[in-house]
T-cell receptor
Framework: AQSVTQPDIHITVSEGASLELRCNYS??????LFWYVQSPGQGLQLLLK??????LVQGIKGFEAEFKRSQSSFNLRKPSVHWSDAAEYFC??????????FGAGTRLTVKP | DAGVIQSPRHEVTEMGQEVTLRCKPI?????LFWYRQTMMRGLELLIY????????DSGMPEDRFSAKMPNASFSTLKIQPSEPRDSAVYFC???????????FGQGTRLTVV
């Protein structure tokens, strides 16, 4: 069964610093991978997705993620974090007509 | 498009009462998901439908939970009887089958007292 692991429950970074959120997946074939962001009291919004092709994908709000098959990873990055990026981030894996499974989430705190 | 619409946004009910959560997916989408989010368990998939047919309900916690999708534009998640441990935020999401992402509603915050 497909599964997603986000090893970091909570990360704190200073505004302007770079960010990397980790995501590892378990899936038999090439998965479809997603990163979502959730602001307090809100639903989940898609940041970016990977289906095939270029393993470095660009998303909204200056985020990017890199698919590394050899490491079963899909880490999310941003070169310079803004205070408005404080939120919870979820990695998800899905395939075709099947379900989507989410990681436990990583809560990002941004220090001024 | 108005996106995925869930109602109510907030629900407070007494233990033992029946609770019905509603979801209207994005028009044209043919997959629908119900998730539950809690601090302890994170975001759990409860059930999903393809073309109005339940595909996998293994995430439904107990027989007290049931979900229906009578047509392509409406789904319900019912809890009967409700218990305090059912308190959570329940999200509905929809997508086109295949290579697409899921779009989430704003969620229903359920409190069972």
């Amino acid at each position: 069964a497909q599964s997603v692991t986000q090893p970091d429950i909570h990360i704190t970074v200073s505004e302007g610093a770079s960010l990397e959120l980790r995501c590892n997946y378990s899936y038999g074939a090439t998965p479809y991978l997603f990163w979502y962001v959730q602001s307090p009291g809100q639903g989940l919004q898609l940041l970016l997705k990977y289906f095939s092709g270029d393993t470095l994908v660009q998303g909204i709000k200056g985020f990017e993620a890199e698919f590394k098959r050899s490491q079963s990873s899909f880490n999310l990055r941003k070169p310079s974090v803004h205070w408005s990026d404080a939120a919870e981030y979820f990695c998800a894996v899905g395939e075709g007509n099947n379900d989507m499974r989410f990681g436990a989430g990583t809560r990002l705190t941004v220090k001024p | 498009d108005a996106g995925v619409i869930q109602s109510p946004r907030h629900e407070v009910t007494e233990m033992g009462q029946e609770v019905t959560l509603r979801c209207k997916p994005i028009s044209g989408h043919n997959s629908l998901f119900w998730y539950r989010q809690t601090m302890m368990r994170g975001l759990e998939l409860l059930i999903y439908f393809n073309n109005n047919v339940p595909i996998d309900d293994s995430g439904m916690p107990e027989d007290r939970f049931s979900a229906k999708m009578p047509n392509a534009s409406f789904s319900t998640l019912k809890i009967q009887p409700s218990e305090p441990r059912d308190s959570a935020v329940y999200f509905c999401a929809s997508r086109l089958q295949g290579n697409t992402e899921a779009f989430f509603g704003q969620g229903t915050r359920l409190t069972v007292v």
